[in-house]
């Protein structure tokens, strides 16, 4: 009861947030939709004129669109599984970070698939998945992967909702809130009374669940990697690229994780639940992982590098050359795999601001490593590409790509915004419930099937 | 007003030089007459009919073209006195073709030539062509032995004379071959001695599933024969087993290989069995709530 | 002399049979439709046996094999029974002329920019000499893009062609990037001739085309049912491309016919990149005792071209 009491006076602290929107809320959001809308522009045009206006051509057939598909659903796979790790670990620090994991990886489940739908030809066709599929292709196991992790993440974060709809509903009148959102509060809280029976059934719903979603985020992730790697394409046609693909991610959700925790803090004035601890944790797990990428990388290109084959070469070569990927790949190289050890491995830099600033070059970088994995491959196949169009050789991408990949961030951001708006951005009661109070239910029963022993 | 009329007068001149006899000249093209070319083939077909293709054109080379709904008059000698056969009118690629059925009794010189003559009697801007071809009416037979499980093919060229009896003909150029879907493929070239030629077959040639062949006996384009073809059947051919054998590791067919649905099943199923689990779960939490509230 | 004579007939016969295909097919390729009146000699006159002149149709095609249409549907995802088409490209003989190219562009009602067929310019190793290398879809025997083609729009036939069916397409471009020859194209631009679900769309044909979907060489199985070459074999003015059976153990370029088996035997044929283990059924013959310098195949080039195609095979 003590922690009811404390969960009630926490979000009366914070009601600020959750209460009716103000101005300035009404202003960011219209922003986010104007660039929003500017992408829709782009879209409809891509679909009126078709994908010529795009910078893809018959060569590099996958642009930024697939860049940002791979991107963007690295971090959903990243949210799900460090969200799902933390949980089942009973990891105590990590307990506020768990509804900004849980909406990372929804959001971005549901803003990354949009690219792949416009990377399509005849996007109006995509029912023909459904119509005639074939098990063998990669992106019929992409389609399975997407749409059952879709459905799993969205349920789980129902779930970890539930308590703080219920506290919401029981605190609903000392807020200032619309009718409706009362109302919705009662109906999504499903009843639950904070008994002790429901609070084990619950329990044990999310400890099924996040014991769930490890494994289909690993594998849904795997799935998207061998969309490449079952390609003969030099440069994707390596048993690497599905490790590496989990790795990447979960790198790039520790770095999005931080990023969106500081500005939370920032925001709303959160010092005492995201607390330098938590930056110093989550640098520091940047700084391992920035290691690991590192040698994953270099494992790859040593052995590489030793390669002779003619394409295998000229791949690599582009990679290394000043006049071509040079500069993009040594720059990207740097932030991914040896900033975090400078700035954060080592004492003299280290401060909340400096990790926040290498997360977010990290974040970019890691999106070029995915450009620089993607698009220099299609512009080496077996073939010399002997085309006289520059375009044809070379890909570019439009303003029509850009201002789409810009307006599926806004949505991303717009979809954080409302949802902090709708119930608090920390999960209250979670938060509050006393250590080793929620046991797994596995270790419990075995525990006592051995005392009985 | 003075300069304009300096500069108009040599403007009214180089408009007379220029105008009056690029008119003269087109004039005079349209009375010259364009010249035409005639071209007439003879071919006897397989099934012993006649057969004479004529092209009208004009030009040569790349620009050669076809004339078209022009009238060619066909006609032949019979003892010195010219006859008329028929009058065809040429298609769009100037081409015009009559088939003559084998049985017609065309006439012939006392040489054993025939002739025809085809007459183009021009037009407004195209000049007059005729051209006239002769032949003499050759006869093949193909018969199939087989000596000492050697396989020959036998070709006999004749021509009947007056009185129906065959009369051998000699050093006649044929080409033997197979028929294949595009073409013939030839196998050999041999020159009948005595109006007969033998030719070896050879056993590895493909036939179908059954080993059938459709042989080919052809003379091409011979001054005294024209072109002729003949053609016979036979199971000579090496027996060609069209099933084909699937690769065992492919992914190409329709149908995934059985170890990936069985995967794609067992895991979803894990996956989705412990989903509805955890709905299931949930949901009791509602139940347990409408218990409360009936006891209290 | 007299073989000259024959080919220049054989040529002028064989375009005037392409037109006579073309309208008897319905309207087959749309681009060889020709809006002209028909002209009087539209019939054949027969002199029967007893010396009257009768008129007949003219035997528009002659049918090789049935049904002569292009297949379509679930037809057309078969193949030809008893088929296996193969292509010999003699290297030795092409000088880049692109007649296959514009032949090809022509019969598919393609763009100027789109090729099914593309001529390469190639080199094999730093002493050797450069050679031209004209290059369409492979038909492999274990085509990589029909294996990762989530809808089956692709697909490998029993008469060794693999076909797009355009109107189960999704434009996805896996297979484009799966394809390690770049033996595939999108239809990126909307064209006025382009028609979705069009019932006399077939896959032999790939007439007319869709927006958005994907495109590529498809041996012709269309003309093949009439006993006429591809479009490029039947183009070449050089006689570099070979097409035939495999079954039939005979490939031709329409002037020579010859036997499959023993001519990649004895000029020692290859196929391109076998080490990818993609099986592909388009045969090479080495560029050896050319018939003219490559040098020739620049002619319709402007320097700024030559200098592209030079730079791209000459190794750092
Ligand atoms: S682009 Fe079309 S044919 Fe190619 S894999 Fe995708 S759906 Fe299949």
């Given amino acids: 009861m003590k922690a009811q009491v404390k969960a009630n006076e926490l979000l009366l602290e914070n009601k600020a947030f959750i209460e009716k929107p103000n101005k300035q809320w009404f202003i960011r959001v219209f922003v986010l939709a104007v660039l929003i809308c500017i992408g829709l522009y782009a879209l409809v045009l891509q679909v009126i004129e078709g994908h010529l206006i795009t910078g893809m051509r018959d060569n590099v057939v996958w642009g930024v669109y697939i860049v940002n598909f791979v991107f963007i659903l ?42 792949i739908l416009l990377c399509l030809g005849r996007p109006e066709r995509l029912f023909n998945l459904f119509l005639y599929p074939r098990i063998q292709s990669p992106i019929t196991w992409d389609l399975i992967a997407i749409l059952t992790d879709l459905i799993f993440c969205v349920v789980y974060l129902y779930f970890t909702y539930i308590k703080d709809f219920a506290l919401l509903r029981d605190n609903s009148n000392s807020l200032n809130l619309y009718g409706w959102r009362k109302k919705l509060y009662k109906f999504l809280a499903l009843g639950y009374q904070n008994t002790p029976e429901q609070t084990k059934l619950l329990n044990q719903a999310l400890d099924i669940m996040a014991a769930i979603i490890i494994p289909t985020s690993i594998i849904a992730y795997s799935l998207l990697a061998w969309l490449f790697g079952m390609n003969l ?63 994953f990388y270099f494992s790859q290109y040593i052995t590489d590098w030793y390669n ?124 509050l419930e006393k250590k080793g109070e929620n046991k797994l239910v596995i270790f419990y029963k075995t525990r006592r099937k051995l005392s009985k022993k | 007003m003075k300069p304009t009329y300096i500069l108009s007068a040599p403007l009214l001149f180089l408009f007379f030089f220029c105008y009056v006899p690029t008119k003269t000249m087109a004039a005079t093209n349209i009375q010259k007459k364009t010249k035409t070319r005639l071209k007439v083939y003879y071919e006897k077909l397989p099934n012993s009919n006649k057969k004479i293709s004529i092209i009208l054109f004009k030009g040569s080379g790349k620009k050669m073209a076809g004339i078209k709904n022009a009238e060619i008059f066909l006609t032949t000698y019979n003892l010195e006195e010219e006859q008329v056969l028929t009058s065809l009118y040429t298609d769009a690629n100037g081409e015009a073709t009559l088939i003559i059925e084998a049985n017609y009794l065309f006439p012939k010189d006392e040489h054993g030539y025939s002739i025809i003559k085809a007459m183009y009697h021009g037009a407004d801007s195209l000049k007059a062509a005729k051209k006239q071809i002769k032949f003499m009416d050759l006869n093949i037979d193909i018969s199939f032995d087989i000596v000492d499980s050697i396989k020959l093919i036998t070709v006999s060229t004749f021509e009947i004379d007056s009185i129906g009896s065959k009369v051998p003909i000699s050093g006649v150029e044929l080409n033997i071959g197979v028929e294949r879907l595009f073409s013939t493929l030839y196998l050999s070239k041999i020159k009948t001695k005595k109006g007969i030629g033998i030719m070896e077959f050879p056993n590895d040639i493909a036939g179908d599933s059954l080993g059938a062949i459709n042989i080919i006996v052809k003379i091409d384009d011979d001054d005294d024969y024209g072109t002729i073809t003949k053609s016979a059947k036979n199971n000579w051919g090496t027996i060609v087993d069209y099933s084909i054998a699937p690769n065992g590791r492919t992914l190409f067919g329709d149908e995934a290989p059985l170890w990936m649905i069985i995967s794609v099943f067992v895991v979803l199923a894990g996956a989705w069995y412990h989903f509805i689990l955890a709905i299931y779960k949930v949901l009791k939490i509602k139940k347990i709530e409408q218990n409360l509230l009936q006891k209290s | 002399m007299k073989d000259k004579k024959g080919n220049s007939r054989r040529k002028f016969l064989s375009a005037g049979l392409k037109i006579g295909v073309a309208t008897a097919a319905g309207g087959l390729a749309a681009a060889n439709v020709f809006e002209e009146p028909p002209t009087k000699g539209e019939k054949i006159k027969v002199l029967t046996t007893d010396g009257t002149v009768i008129e007949v149709e003219k035997p528009v095609t002659d049918c090789k094999i049935n049904p002569c249409v292009p297949a379509k549907g679930v037809e057309a995802r078969k193949g030809i029974p008893g088929r296996s088409f193969v292509m010999v490209i003699d290297l030795a ?179 391109y990149l076998e080490e990818l283990g993609t099986e592909p059924n388009v045969y090479y013959l080495p560029p050896v005792n050319r018939m003219f310098p490559y040098e020739r195949g620049f002619s319709k080039l402007s320097e700024e071209q030559k200098e592209i195609l030079l730079n791209s095979i000459s190794k750092p």
Avoid at chain 1, 281 to 295: E, N, P, Q, R
């Fill in chain 1, 74 to 115: 690295g971090l959903s796979y990243a949210g799900a599984l460090i969200a799902g790790v933390f949980h089942l670990a009973r990891v105590e620090w990590a307990k506020p970070l768990q509804r900004i994991l849980k909406l990372i990886t929804v959001f971005s489940l549901i803003v990354g698939p949009i690219y």
């Fill in chain 1, 308 to 431: 002779l084959q003619e394409t295998a070469n000229r791949l690599l070569d582009k990679y290394l050359d000043f006049s071509q990927y040079g500069f993009h790949f040594s720059i990207a190289i740097f932030l991914v795999a040896f900033l975090p050890s400078i700035i954060i491995g080592l004492p003299w830099f280290r401060s909340i601001n400096s990790i926040v600033l290498t997360s977010v070059l990290v974040l970019a970088g890691l999106w070029v490593m995915r450009y620089l994995m993607i698009v220099p491959v299609l512009e080496t196949p077996y073939l010399p590409m002997q085309d006289f169009r520059e375009s044809w050789v070379h890909y570019s991408a439009t303003w029509i790509e850009w201002s789409l990949t810009i307006a599926g961030i806004s949505a991303f951001i717009l979809f954080f915004i409302v949802a902090s708006k709708f119930a608090p951005i920390i999960p209250i009661s979670e938060m």
């Fill in chain 3, 93 to 271: 003989k092409c000088k880049n002329a692109r007649k296959c190219v514009e032949s090809c562009q022509k019969g598919h009602d393609l763009l100027p920019d789109q090729e099914l067929m593309k001529v390469y310019l190639m080199k094999d190793n730093p002493e050797s000499e450069p050679f031209w290398f004209p290059k369409n879809c492979f038909h492999c025997d274990n085509p990589p893009c029909v294996k990762v083609c989530p809808v089956g729009a692709t697909f490998k036939r029993t008469d060794n062609i693999v076909l797009v069916d355009a109107d189960r397409c999704i434009g996805c471009k896996f297979c484009i990037s799966a394809c390690p020859y770049s033996a595939r194209i999108l239809n990126w631009a909307d064209k006025e001739s382009y028609a979705s679900n069009d019932p006399s769309y077939s896959p032999e044909t790939q007439v007319p085309g869709q927006h958005g979907t994907v495109s590529k060489c498809d041996f012709c199985p269309d003309r093949a049912r009439v006993g006429k070459l591809p479009y490029c074999a039947s183009s070449c003015p050089m006689g570099a491309i070979y097409f035939g059976d495999k079954n039939e153990d005979a490939v031709t370029n329409g002037e020579e016919t010859l036997r499959f088996k023993e001519l990649i035997k004895e000029r020692v044929g290859y196929r």
């Fill in chain 1, 233 to 295: 394409k030099v440069g994707w046609h390596s048993a690497m690229t599905a490790p590496f693909f989990v790795l990447s991610a979960v790198y790039s959700g520790i770095a999005l994780l931080i990023i969106i925790m500081w500005i939370y803090r920032k925001t709303q004035k959160l010092e005492k639940v995201f607390t330098d601890n938590h930056f110093l944790y989550l640098g520091f797990a940047l700084v391992i992982l920035s290691l690991f990428y590192g040698y």
